[in-house]
């Protein structure tokens, strides 16, 4: 099933042919910063299969928990979230399931795996059956 999705106002979209990998959702406290939210949720496609269909994001880069850079991609006119390439995880592309088109945000109502556990707020509970790390 492939992926498509925008920013709120349409300037930059987004496709992934191959559809998610696997979907996650990130505690750190950089994805927090990210989203002004306490984790992002995440449909991890192959960089392959993923590209920029409409406009151009801008970028922001940032060394996460890990240690290495992430790369934010974020629409310049909105300020939209869109998609994160982190260096810890090379041919991977982390959509921002928010800006995904047709409903497909539920992420099929299944998450795989929660990250960075070890920062995850308070009054959140793990997600049931999602595999839970520490750290990445």
Same mark, same amino acid.
């Given at each position: ?7 709120? +106002?349409?300037?930059?979209?987004? %496709? %992934?042919? !191959? ?44 060394? $996460? ?12 006119? +909105? ?11 090379? !041919? ?5 399931? !928010?800006?995904?088109?047709? !409903? ?17 707020? %308070? ?5 049931? $059956? ?7």
């Amino acid at each position: 099933m492939s992926l498509s999705g925008s920013c709120m +106002c349409g300037a930059v979209a987004y %496709a %992934a042919t !191959g559809g998610a990998e696997f979907s996650a959702l990130c505690h750190c406290v950089d994805c927090q910063k990210w989203t002004g939210g306490p984790y992002t949720s995440n449909a991890v496609v192959s960089e392959d299969s993923f590209s920029v269909t409409k406009g151009t994001p801008k970028q922001c880069d940032m060394v $996460g928990g890990s240690g290495k850079i992430n790369h934010h991609f974020f629409c310049g006119d +909105c300020g939209s979230s869109l998609f994160t390439r982190l260096d810890v995880m090379p !041919g991977k592309v982390c959509i921002k399931a !928010g800006g995904l088109d047709n !409903g497909a945000a539920s992420l099929d109502n299944k998450i795989n795996v929660e990250l960075y556990c070890k920062d995850r707020v %308070a009054y959140l509970a793990p997600i049931e $059956g999602a595999t839970q790390n520490p750290t990445m």
